[in-house]
């Protein structure tokens, strides 16, 4: 048995960092440049409901969505969708029948405890995302890290220099944690917004 993810700190991290984005900020910059505020919003929301139902097993087609092939964006009620899809989240990955067998996210099946890892990583990094785009503070708890450090370092072997999403961005061994996993992630650890 895999053991379960706490998702329950992170949640709460990403949850306030949404909650300090202001109005004006929504169409800034991200260091994900084909992301304003706005749409890296809309792919929390998104993300988050599809992982609660990947690890619900609730399959239907919005777990075929590809994340990738359109850009998200935020509806009007995204204030109050991302607290209540983020508990969700933490409930449904409460249940160990979550990381048993297989399911479905990003129209890719795979084993529920990947999926578990996965989710993780996307809060971990898409929360950085936010607060950096915002000039929030982030500072995620170090289980939470770890998670998403397991999913993107690149396995024995494997000399790409690449991890799992990507051409990682070297950072030094002796960096803070969260500075290496953002650059596994394929983020340089030092951008800041525009005039920032």
Known sequence: ?????????QARLVAAVAEGVTDEQLAGPTPCPEYQVRHLLGHLVGLTGAFRDAA?????PHLDQDPGSAVPDVGPEWRAALPKLLDELVEAWRDPAAYEGMTRAGGIDLPGAVAGAVAMDELVVHGW???RATGQAYAPDEASLRVAQGLLTPQEGDD???SLFGAAVPVPDTAPLLDRVI???GRDPGWARPGA
């Open 1 to 9: 048995m895999t053991e379960a993810i706490d998702f329950a700190p």
């Open 56 to 60: 619900r097993k609730d399959f239907g």
């Open 129 to 131: 995302d936010l607060a």
């Open 160 to 162: 790409s220099g690449n």
């Open 183 to 185: 650059g596994l992630s």
